[in-house]
C-alpha cells in the first residue's frame, strides 16, 4: 500500500529538549516536504528536498532542520523547541519536480506540544 | 504573491442538501488546483484536482469541483450531503513550471446536520 508513515503520532516536550519527527514514504518519490497546520492559517511549508542530498527552505524554516541522505525518509529536526513549534506537523510526498499536475501523499501528523 | 483563500470558517448543510465549499486562488502562471479532506485525527486525503481540459472535474466520494479561470475560482460541490461528510476541507495551488511547493487556504470546516 502506497503511504507515508510519520512516527511519532503524538509528543509532549519541553523546552530546548532536541527532538526528531520521522518520515518515510515507499512510492520512490523524488519530492518529500515538511508542513505545519496551525488554526486559520491552513498548511505551511517548512522545509522542502528534491531529492537525495537536496534540501531548501520553505515559508517558515526557522527552528527546525532537515536531512535527507536516503529516498525514502525525510526527518524533521527541532533541536530547541521552543512552545510556539506548538503545532499539528505533516510529511508529504510527491513525484519529481515539474510533474505539477501530480497529487501529494501525507502522513496521518504528529501533534507536537512544548511545555 | 501567489494565495489561496477559503472565505467561510465554516459551512452548515443539512444532510441530503447540496454543498458548496469555496476557493479562490492569485497566482501568476497556469495554476494545478486540488482539494483534500482531513477527517479528525488523520491526515489529508486527496479529493481531486484541475490540471487542464474540461472545467467540472469528479472526485472521490461523490465530490465535484468546478474550476473558473475568468472569476479564480474552484469551488467544491457535492449534489447531496452525508454526515460523513463532516470534516475539514483544504483547497491548494501549485503553479505550473515551478517546483512542487502546494500552497494551501486556511480551511473551512464542513458539518453536515442530520
Known amino acids: 500500500e502506497a503511504q507515508v508513515t510519520q512516527n511519532p503520532r503524538y509528543l509532549i516536550t519541553v523546552t530546548g529538549k532536541k527532538l526528531t519527527v520521522t518520515c518515510s514514504q515507499n512510492m520512490n518519490h523524488e519530492y518529500m516536504s515538511w508542513y505545519r497546520q496551525d488554526p486559520g492559517l491552513g498548511l505551511r511549508q517548512i522545509y522542502y528536498?528534491?531529492?537525495?542530498?537536496?534540501?531548501d527552505k520553505g515559508d517558515v524554516p526557522e527552528g527546525y532542520k532537515v536531512s535527507r541522505k536516503e529516498k525514502r525518509n525525510f526527518p524533521l529536526i527541532l533541536e530547541s523547541p521552543s512552545p510556539n513549534q506548538t503545532s499539528l506537523y505533516f510529511c508529504a510526498s510527491s513525484l519529481r519536480q515539474g510533474a505539477g499536475g501530480t497529487e501529494a501523499f501525507f502522513g496521518q501528523g504528529t501533534r507536537l506540544t512544548v511545555v | 504573491a501567489q494565495s489561496v483563500a477559503q472565505p467561510e470558517d465554516q459551512v452548515n448543510v443539512a444532510e441530503g442538501n447540496p454543498l458548496t465549499v469555496k476557493c479562490t486562488y492569485s497566482v501568476s502562471g497556469n495554476p494545478y488546483l486540488f482539494w483534500y479532506v482531513q477527517y479528525p485525527n488523520r491526515g489529508l486525503q486527496f479529493l481531486l484536482k484541475?490540471?487542464?481540459?474540461?472545467?467540472l472535474v469528479k472526485g472521490s466520494y461523490g465530490f465535484e469541483a468546478e474550476f473558473n479561470k475568468s472569476q479564480t475560482s474552484f469551488h467544491l460541490k457535492k449534489p447531496s450531503a452525508l454526515v460523513s461528510d463532516s470534516a475539514l476541507y483544504f483547497c491548494?495551488?501549485?503553479?505550473?513550471?515551478?517546483?512542487?511547493?502546494?500552497?494551501f487556504g486556511a480551511g473551512t470546516r464542513l458539518a453536515v446536520h442530520p
Open positions: 528536498s528534491m531529492n537525495v542530498e537536496v534540501t
Open positions: 484541475y490540471i487542464t481540459g474540461d472545467n
Open positions: 491548494a495551488v501549485r503553479v505550473s513550471g515551478g517546483y512542487n511547493k502546494l500552497i
